[in-house]
């Protein structure tokens, strides 16, 4: 094709014998993410398709017409299984408002107004990081039992706020950093506020960051075991992932079936996320120096 | 260049008190600013670790609310349980499996990802999900393939490959236990790393790679030349957000073997859980967290002295 043929690469191939053999690796990769990243969510789907009689005593791999079932989705309306999705739902979406509200605030304070200490403050956030869970549960079991937001969502919400902060703030702000402040310079001749400038000019062209931040607030929320095992003792104010461990450690036959059609419902919002926001959420990312 | 012209126009409200203080107005509306984050990182990272701390000097029943001074004798016991030192070396094994094979596969699914034509969005949406979805599910899921009780992997691992007898169950086996928690965390977790490096891959303009041919670049040239330092600053900042998150890990393992087979799970984090919740000693446990902090941040600031993950990246901009 190419006029001057570079010469040998790995294998000692030429520019286009060295393409095929690329291609042929990408396909085998593609082959082989698909079968490893799709598997167990089809695996997880067909059981919850199965008559759960099926499940428990032998192997099926394809809800055949004779076993299909839509039944073990009924387990979706038992109170007790809608009121820890319930909650979920409740923890995430109140965990995602809280910290990209604060993050955008705090972001824009750091790249557009001059305070002291600012570098030093958002290198002590990342120092965040290196506490696990347990380390800032166990002790927050008896701050929150002592001003009273043990047991609370709202005390869930703060603290899972509160970890996926110090990334949100430093996304926020590194991205901010890359809008040209010349736009809200613009509105401010035009006599706008600050507040005007930073709602009607930063806040639009943040998307992708607010998006990146909202997912990644939406995944620690969505996920998180460890603060709501501690910090939500009472079962009627607890979250999906520890609830369905204690109804698993109470009922005496909770079906594997039941389980996967419970599961499937929990895997549902978060493909559709990443289906529908996944341009604006590597966007948000892309920034680089984190 | 902005500041120059910025002084003059930013814009001034009316008279406020604060404008006759010592402090710019602008330093206040700054401070302002990030005060919410500074209320919840006091209340949910200073106030525990503090806390943490002096509950780490006493002696408490975790039912008791009585509080009894022992000063650093916690910490004696702590370096002294045998099932200590176990744990910590448990949780590096853990911590550096997890994070080369996340590396690993995270990069490799990033770089097929990001050349992929058909069905990439549909793709890149399946591998995303494993890292939204709740650990719970893949638990869940894991748990039931690896059941003695038709558990489809349990099953191949047995009949196909002859790596276990057909009755047991390899969560619950020694030798097993800890390869599985590894190869299960890194299935879910190696997407973290895949969604930082392709959102660094998508940002290598196209045209750099067609300059590096028009030179007579190979593939390989291409990759060490052109993909490889722009992703070296991004892997640096995420193979160690990924080694202080898999030492903290918590959940997964407590999901699927509670620490068990005897100890042959139990990592620092599960031990401290442990201590909390059957031993009932909250104080111990308390002086468990502070010295897996002092571990983590002894290590965080080693590993930023060797690469400077910071710097790097800055640098590669």
Not at chain 1, 39 to 66: C, D, H, K, R, S
Not at chain 2, 23 to 44: D, K, Q, W
Not at chain 2, 109 to 138: C, D, E, H, S, W
Not at chain 2, 198 to 203: E, G, N, S, T, Y
Request: aromatic fraction near 14%; hydrophobic fraction near 55%.
């Amino acid at each position: 094709m190419s006029q001057s043929e570079p010469p040998g690469g790995l294998l000692g191939l030429s520019y286009d014998g060295e393409t095929r053999v690329f291609e042929a690796l990408k396909i085998v990769s593609t082959a082989i993410i698909v079968l490893v990243g799709a598997w167990p969510i089809y695996w997880m789907t067909q059981l919850a398709f199965t008559e759960y009689e099926t499940v428990e005593g032998a192997v099926t791999v394809f809800p055949t017409p004779e076993i299909f079932t839509v039944g073990n989705f009924t387990v979706l309306t038992d109170p007790e299984m809608y009121t820890y999705m319930f909650n979920t739902v409740v923890v995430a979406i109140g965990t995602i408002v809280t910290v990209v509200i604060v993050s955008l605030v705090a972001g824009y304070g750091l790249a557009r107004l001059d305070f002291p200490q600012k570098e030093n403050f958002a290198r002590i956030l990342l120092l965040g990081y290196l506490f696990s869970p347990i380390v800032i549960g166990i002790p927050l079991y008896q701050i929150w039992r002592s001003i009273g937001l043990l047991g609370t969502r709202i005390g869930l919400i703060i603290a899972l706020s509160a970890v996926s902060m110090p990334f949100a703030v430093w996304l926020m702000w590194k991205y901010i950093m890359t809008i040209p402040e010349a736009h809200e310079e613009a509105a401010w001749v035009d006599g706008a506020s600050r507040w005007r400038g930073f709602r009607d000019v930063v806040v639009p062209q943040c998307r992708p960051a607010i998006i990146a931040a909202a997912l990644f607030a939406f995944a620690l929320a969505w996920n998180d075991f460890t603060f709501a095992q501690i910090l939500l003792p009472q079962t009627d104010t607890t979250t999906f992932a520890p609830g369905i461990l204690r109804a698993m450690g109470q009922a005496q036959f909770l079906p594997d079936a039941y389980l996967m059609a419970i599961s499937l419902a929990m895997t549902l919002p978060p493909l559709l996320f990443a289906y529908f926001m996944q341009s604006y959420l590597l966007k948000g990312f892309q920034v680089r120096a984190l | 260049m902005a500041s120059e012209t910025g002084e003059s126009i930013r814009p001034r409200g009316t008279y406020i008190p604060w404008d006759e203080l010592p402090v710019e107005r602008e330093t206040v509306a700054g401070i302002g600013t990030v005060l919410p984050v500074v209320v919840l990182y006091l209340l949910i990272a200073v106030f525990p670790i503090a806390f943490a701390f002096w509950a780490s000097l006493h002696n408490i029943h975790t039912l008791n609310p009585q509080w009894e001074w022992v000063g650093l004798a916690n910490y004696v016991e702590v370096l002294n349980i045998s099932t200590f030192w176990g744990s910590l070396w448990r949780g590096i094994v853990y911590m550096v499996g997890s994070t080369l094979l996340q590396l690993a596969v995270g990069l490799w699914m990033a770089l097929v990802l990001n050349r992929i034509t058909r069905g990439q969005k549909l793709l890149t949406a399946v591998v995303f999900t494993a890292y939204l979805i709740p650990t719970i599910i893949v638990s869940l899921v894991a748990l039931r393939v690896f059941d003695p009780l038709g558990g489809v992997f349990q099953m191949m691992g047995a009949e196909w490959f002859g790596l276990w007898d057909s009755q047991t169950a390899p969560l619950g086996s020694r030798d097993w236990a800890m390869r599985l928690l590894i190869l299960i965390g890194s299935w879910k977790f190696a997407v973290f790393v895949t969604i930082f490096t392709l959102a660094q891959l998508r940002a290598i303009p196209d045209r750099f790679y067609e300059a590096a041919k028009v030179c007579g670049a190979n593939r390989w040239q291409m990759f060490r030349d052109i993909t490889l330092p722009r992703l070296m600053g991004i892997v640096l900042v995420v193979v160690l957000l990924r080694s202080i998150f898999m030492f903290n890990k918590f959940d997964i393992i407590w999901q699927l073997t509670q620490g068990g087979p005897g100890n042959a799970t139990t990592t620092l984090p599960v031990l401290a859980y442990k201590t909390v919740y059957t031993d009932q000693a909250y104080g111990l446990a308390n002086a468990i967290s502070v010295v897996m902090f002092l571990f983590l941040f002894a290590a965080a600031i080693i590993y930023f002295k060797l690469f400077n993950p910071s710097e790097e990246v800055e640098t590669t901009t």
